[in-house]
């Protein structure tokens, strides 16, 4: 079967840096997305990862290696408004996004 | 604001009762979801459109049924409610291309009692 695997919770001082890390096992791969979700709000779109590497947007980088299965999101300059879920999906052969269950990041001052 | 709108916000439904959940997007996208999402789950799709006047099954469809008769409307229509279908409900949509990105509503609470 196909399987996402995420931690399920996170916490990490603000001003600090976090990494979720999310596995994967599909049949077939289209690339690896990552998505922010706020308590009791719809997911916004964060980062796509295609090709094997690191890509930086702002504060937020997002590594995939496609060999090991496996991608990180990176957070830095923790701030209070990052506490959030961050879920991880991907796209398989048949184009369907399979979703990881998601990780809840906890930011403590 | 272009994006996606739902409808209603949440809702308490009495087991047996017809319910439709509405979904309307504003940006001209072609294909559109429904997902749910439970405590400790993934969001697992119900059924897709990927153009107006096609639908599609996803992993849970049972117990749902969904119309795509235009492009922008997509609702979710549950025939005779069951708890078990205590849930979030997310609609979202995408334009073309496997690197889009989901747009998702702000979702429906419903409680089925």
């Known amino acids: 079967g196909q399987n996402i695997d995420q931690p399920t919770e996170m916490t990490a001082t603000e001003g600090a840096i976090v990494q979720i890390n999310c596995t994967y096992q599909t049949s077939g791969f289209n690339g690896l997305f990552w998505y922010q979700q706020h308590a009791g709000e719809a997911p916004t779109f964060l980062s796509y990862n295609v090709l094997d590497g690191l890509e930086e947007k702002g504060r937020f980088s997002s590594f995939l290696s496609r060999s090991k299965g496996y991608s990180y999101l990176l957070l830095k300059e923790l701030q209070m408004k990052d506490s959030a879920s961050y879920l991880c999906?991907?796209?398989?052969?048949?184009?369907?996004?399979?979703w990881g269950a998601g990780t809840k990041l906890i930011i403590k001052p | 604001i272009a994006g996606i709108t739902q409808a209603p916000t949440s809702q308490i439904l009495a087991a047996g009762r017809r319910m439709t959940l509405r979904c309307t997007q504003d940006m001209r996208h072609n294909a559109m979801y429904w997902y749910r999402q439970d405590l400790g789950l993934g969001l697992r799709l119900i059924h897709y459109?990927?153009?107006?006047?096609?639908?599609g099954k996803g992993e849970v469809p049972d117990g749902y049924s969904v119309s795509r008769a235009n492009t922008d409307d997509f609702p979710l229509t549950l025939a005779s409610a069951v708890p078990s279908q205590t849930s979030v409900y997310f609609c979202?949509?995408?334009?073309?291309?496997?690197?889009?990105?989901?747009?998702f509503g702000n979702g429906t609470r419903l409680t089925v009692t």
């Open positions: 999906a991907v796209m398989d052969s048949n184009y369907q996004l399979i």
């Open positions: 459109s990927n153009t107006a006047g096609t639908t």
């Open positions: 979202a949509s995408s334009s073309q291309g496997t690197n889009s990105p989901l747009h």
